[in-house]
């Protein structure tokens, strides 16, 4: 059995099974077919079923995700104190971090994060009545000399496929493509790079804790090593997500299930860990803007289905769970529960 820093241990309840029987698939989705409404019918089921789905046939071109897998493993092989260099704190939250804690346990990896509009405006806290600003901005390490540029560039595809799929799940409410569009027009969307290395204890650690994701969407691409698990919505089993070469795992996120008031899931997911294999993997967080206003959409809403959510700032929002995280302490401290209508 593997040793390692008590600060690394799951609880019990949360450790991974690894259970070898046949479990059901999430939905692999193509988006190159040519019949709008039965893609928008196949999101919308993934959507309620799952809160996830893969996408294929997406438009991201192969050859930019294998230059961001070769930059990342160059950035991540390097020493400790020149990765540190760019580290993120609590005055610059963007940059290399190694002691990401989730349900106050700490996850078996290292991130880089970075912003998709640099700078970027956010509440400086979750004050309701502090109308402040701060503005936050990336750090860019000097190695690798071109993950500036890759980075950037392919933040910048992944972006316009975040619009593309926004517009779809809109359809599948039986709304008008661009519904949603103007939430994003300032967003404080970001990237990140997750690296995790090989754990000698793989049954007592997790990559990522168990957790959901606060934005609308989560865009991720992942390596051929596999990790990632979401939590069934019917009965919370685990599901283990397989790899697909050059697809995208698509998950709805808490802004997502409050406008759909409850009708679209965010599903809890978390990541495994290997004992052999470094993974690496891609996620991009498309989030609105600071001063959006998080509610139920009127359009789905009825005497029958009346709003199941209080309304809130996702800038105040946003703001509470980034220093929550610094303080190590739950990473979704501010969950969307404490926004359900009496």
């Excluded at 939430?183 to 995790?196: A, E, L, P, W």
């Excluded at 800038?315 to 009496?342: C, M, P, T, W």
């Amino acid at each position: 059995m593997g040793e390692i820093d008590p600060a690394f241990v799951q609880d019990l309840e949360q450790r991974p099974k690894f259970k070898r029987t046949e479990i059901e698939e999430i939905p692999v989705i193509d988006l190159s077919v040519s019949n709008t409404q039965e893609l928008v019918s196949e999101i919308g089921e993934a959507c309620k079923k799952f809160g996830f789905f893969q996408v294929i046939n997406h438009g991201v071109p192969s050859e930019l995700r294998q230059k961001m897998e070769r930059v990342a493993k160059e950035f991540f092989d390097q020493p400790l104190e020149e990765k540190r260099k760019v580290k993120r704190n609590e005055v610059d939250p963007m940059g290399y971090y190694d002691s990401e804690h989730t349900k106050n346990v700490k996850d078996w990896k290292e991130v880089f994060d970075y912003l998709v509009l640099d700078p970027t405006l956010i509440p400086a806290s979750d004050d309701p009545n502090d109308k402040e600003l701060r503005t936050i901005t990336n750090q860019w390490p000097q190695y690798p000399s071109q993950f500036r540029e890759i980075c950037q560039e392919y933040t910048k595809q992944v972006d316009k496929l975040a619009f593309k799929l926004l517009e779809l799940i809109s359809l599948s409410l039986g709304l008008a493509a661009d519904v949603l569009n103007g939430y994003f027009k300032d967003q404080i969307s970001f990237s990140r790079i997750n690296h995790y290395p090989p754990c000698p204890a793989p049954h007592l650690a997790l990559g990522v804790g168990r957790h959901k994701d606060g934005g609308a969407l989560t865009v991720l691409a992942q390596d051929d090593v596999g990790g990632l698990e979401i939590a069934r919505r019917s009965d919370g089993e685990w599901i283990p997500v397989k790899p697909i070469p050059d697809a995208f795992i698509i998950n709805i996120g808490n802004c997502m299930q409050v406008w759909t008031n409850d009708l679209y899931w965010s599903a809890e997911h978390r990541v495994v860990v290997n004992s052999t294999r470094e993974r690496f993997s891609f996620p991009f967080f498309f989030f609105p803007a600071h001063y959006v206003q998080i509610k139920p959409l009127e359009e789905l809403l009825n005497e029958e289905n009346p709003a199941k959510y209080k309304e809130f700032n996702w800038g105040k929002f946003f703001a509470s769970r980034n220093r929550s995280d610094y303080k190590k302490q739950e990473l979704e401290n501010v969950q969307i529960d404490h926004f359900k209508a009496s």
